[in-house]
Nanobody, 123 residues
Framework: QVQLLESGGGLVQAGGSLIFSCSSSGRIFSSYTMGWFRQSLGNDREFVARISSDTNVYYTDSMKGRFTISRGNAKNTVDLQMNSLKPEDTAAYYC?????????????????WGQGTQVTVSS
C-alpha cells in the first residue's frame, strides 16, 4: 500500500513562492513516475508537472519557468517549487504516483494520490 502525503500549502501573496513536498509511507517510489495536479473550485483536476524515474520532467505550458518539480536527495520525496505565484494558482494541489512509469499528463494515468494541500494566493 502506497500512501502519499503532501506538505507545504498555505496563504501567500501574489508574486511570492511556496514549495510543496510529497512523501511516501510504505513502498519506496523512486522508480515511479510522480506527478502534481491541482484542482480549483468548480474545475476539473488539472495537470501541473510530472517527473519520471530517470528525472525527465514535463510541465503544463502555463507553469513553465515558474514551477520546478524535483526528486529529493533520498529519492523518497518529490518537491514542487512554485515561484511568481498568481491568484489563479489558488487551488488544492495533489501529489500522484504512477507505478507503471508512464508519462501521463491526465489524472487517470496515476494510481496513488495524496489528500491534497491547499494554496491560496492573494492579490
Amino acid at each position: 500500500q502506497v500512501q502519499l502525503l503532501e506538505s507545504g500549502g498555505g496563504l501567500v501573496q501574489a508574486g511570492g513562492s511556496l514549495i510543496f513536498s510529497c512523501s511516501s509511507s510504505g513502498r519506496i517510489f523512486s522508480s515511479y513516475t510522480m506527478g502534481w495536479f491541482r484542482q480549483s473550485l468548480g474545475n476539473d483536476r488539472e495537470f501541473v508537472a510530472r517527473i519520471s524515474s530517470d528525472t525527465n520532467v514535463y510541465y503544463t505550458d502555463s507553469m513553465k519557468g515558474r514551477f520546478t518539480i524535483s526528486r529529493g536527495n533520498a529519492k523518497n520525496t518529490v518537491d514542487l517549487q512554485m515561484n511568481s505565484l498568481k491568484p489563479e494558482d489558488t487551488a488544492a494541489y495533489y501529489c500522484a504516483a504512477d507505478p507503471t512509469r508512464g508519462f501521463s499528463t491526465v489524472a487517470g494515468g496515476y494510481v496513488y494520490w495524496g489528500q491534497g494541500t491547499q494554496v491560496t494566493v492573494s492579490s
